[in-house]
C-alpha cells in the first residue's frame, strides 16, 4: 500500500472517530446537565471533594466504556491536574466535567472534554457545552468546527484592541505562579483592551478559536485543560506557545494561544 493511500485511510479514520467521540462526550453532557441547577452546599474540603467525585463519576461511567471500545489499545487519563509527556502511544486525555466547580455552584461555565493524543500530539478533541448544546470539535489537519461550522480566530492585529483572557491553573497554587498570574493581569491591564478572569481555561480557548477573544495566557497548566483548546486553536488559524514564545508542550510551564496578529505583542506584555 502506498504511502499516500495509508495517510489517507487513517485520516478517514480519524474523522470518523471523531464523530463517534463526539456522540459520546455529547450523552455524558446529558447526565451532568440533569444534575445542574441547584447551588451544592459543603462545609469542609472533603463535602467538596466528594461532591466534585459525583460529577466526575457520573460522566465516565459513560465515557470510559464508550471511549474504550473506540481505542482498545489506548491508554487513559481522566486527572485532570496532570501534567507532563505521556507514553509513547495512544491515549485518551479526558476532562469528565471540565469547570466542575462551577457546576457545583450552578454556574454556566462548564464542559465535558475528550481528547486523542498519540505519541504526544493531539489528533482529535470534543468540547461539549450541555448547557448550550454547542459542540466544539478538531482534527489534526482538518480544521476546527462548531457544530460542523468552520472556526477562524480573529484577525486582530493590535493589542490594545484585543480582549483578552487567563485562568487560575489549579487550586493551591505554588506561591511563585500566584504572584507571577497577578504581575501578569497587571501588565495586560495597561496593554490589552478588555482582560477577563475565569475559569476553566478550555471555555476560554474555544473563544480564541471561534474568533470571541483574541489571547489566552495561563501558568503552570494541566494536559486536560490545554490538549483540547491548543488543537482547536491551532486547526482554527491561531498560534500557540509558552508565555515566552517557545513552542509549548505539556512540560512547559506556562501557555499563550492568541490570533497571529497579537501574539508578539503578547509575548512582549507576559515578559515584562
Not at 175 to 194: C, H, N, P, Q, W
Amino acid at each position: 500500500m502506498s504511502e499516500t493511500l495509508q495517510t489517507t485511510d487513517v485520516a478517514a479514520s480519524d474523522a470518523d472517530l471523531l464523530a463517534q467521540t463526539a456522540i459520546a462526550v455529547r450523552a455524558a453532557g446529558s447526565a451532568l446537565r440533569e444534575r445542574f441547577g441547584e447551588v451544592v452546599r459543603y462545609q469542609t474540603r472533603e463535602d467538596l471533594m466528594r461532591a466534585l467525585a459525583v460529577n466526575d463519576d457520573t460522566a465516565l461511567d459513560i465515557l470510559r466504556p464508550r471511549l474504550t471500545s473506540l481505542r482498545p489499545d489506548a491508554g487513559w487519563v481522566e486527572d485532570e491536574l496532570d501534567s507532563g509527556a505521556l507514553p509513547s502511544g495512544e491515549w485518551w486525555v479526558v476532562d469528565p466535567a471540565e469547570g466542575n466547580v462551577n457546576h457545583l455552584h450552578a454556574l454556566p461555565d462548564w464542559a465535558v472534554t475528550a481528547t486523542l493524543v498519540r505519541d504526544n500530539q493531539p489528533v482529535l478533541t470534543v468540547v461539549h457545552l450541555p448547557l448550550t448544546g454547542e459542540t466544539y470539535t478538531a482534527l489534526a489537519g482538518a480544521g476546527a468546527h462548531l457544530d460542523g461550522r468552520p472556526l477562524h480566530v480573529a484577525p486582530t492585529a493590535d493589542l490594545g484592541l484585543s480582549i483578552v483572557a487567563t485562568s487560575q491553573a489549579r487550586p493551591d497554587e505554588d506561591e511563585k505562579v500566584v504572584r507571577r498570574v497577578g504581575s501578569s493581569i497587571t501588565a495586560m491591564l495597561f496593554d490589552a483592551l478588555v482582560v477577563r478572569t475565569a475559569v476553566p481555561a478550555t471555555l476560554h480557548l474555544t473563544n480564541v478559536a471561534a474568533g470571541r477573544i483574541d489571547a489566552f495566557w495561563q501558568f503552570a497548566g494541566a494536559r486536560a485543560d490545554l490538549l483540547p483548546g491548543a488543537l482547536l486553536v491551532t486547526e482554527a488559524g491561531g498560534q500557540i506557545s509558552d508565555a515566552e514564545g517557545r513552542p509549548w508542550t505539556p512540560q512547559s510551564e506556562s501557555f499563550l494561544a492568541a490570533t497571529p496578529g497579537v501574539h508578539a505583542e503578547a509575548v512582549a506584555t507576559l515578559s515584562r
